[in-house]
């Protein structure tokens, strides 16, 4: 889990060496999603009791919603995600781009979201500038056509397509649950 969360900071404060110490360390992705992503998926969740410290008169059960959306949302954003960018790959020229790499920058990004969601979990107010931060997680992915070996002048065209196709599952199943459940 130490590993993942340095790979993500890294990934955050410099995303271009950040790709680099990824390609570098060559992880298996089912190792980074057993040891990495799914933990960060379950804190997302347990951070949504965070709320009742800041307001005791929230109920348990009305915390129980709100604490299985993040399981879901972020589990199936990370298959959704790997689906449609597995399909999309070879058109952006990364015809020697792995399964392995693209499971890697799924990953990495939907973890990048849990870390979003848990902030915004722990945070007493609302901040509004949180609800931008996946503008800067499109940013990581853009620096990120190295590593997924996509030449510069597709790179436009990957964060064109890897924002919509793993960023955007997530808060469209979000979005969902919020229609779905009053």
Avoid: C
Wanted: charged content about 10%; hydrophobic content about 55%.
């Amino acid at each position: 889990m130490l590993e993942y969360l340095k790979a993500i900071f890294q990934l955050i404060l410099s995303p271009g060496r950040g790709w680099e110490d990824v390609a570098r360390t060559n992880a298996d992705p089912r190792h980074l999603a057993s040891a990495g992503l799914y933990p960060m998926i379950g804190i997302a969740a347990v951070s949504q009791f965070a709320k009742a410290i800041w307001d005791p008169s929230i109920s348990l059960v009305y915390l129980l919603e709100p604490a299985i959306i993040p399981l879901v949302k972020f589990f199936a954003g990370y298959f959704i995600g790997f689906f449609f960018m597995s399909i999309v790959m070879p058109e952006l020229g990364a015809g020697s781009s792995s399964d392995k790499r693209v499971h890697t920058f799924v990953n990495y990004t939907i973890g990048m979201l849990a870390i979003i969601s848990i902030i915004n979990n722990v945070l007493p107010i609302d901040v509004p500038l949180v609800y931008f931060l996946p503008l800067y997680v499109a940013v990581i992915q853009w620096k990120g056509n190295r590593y997924m070996q996509v030449s510069d002048a597709f790179a436009g065209r990957l964060v064109l397509l890897s924002a919509p196709l793993v960023i955007l599952p997530p808060y469209l199943i979000y979005a969902a649950f919020k229609y779905i459940l009053p």
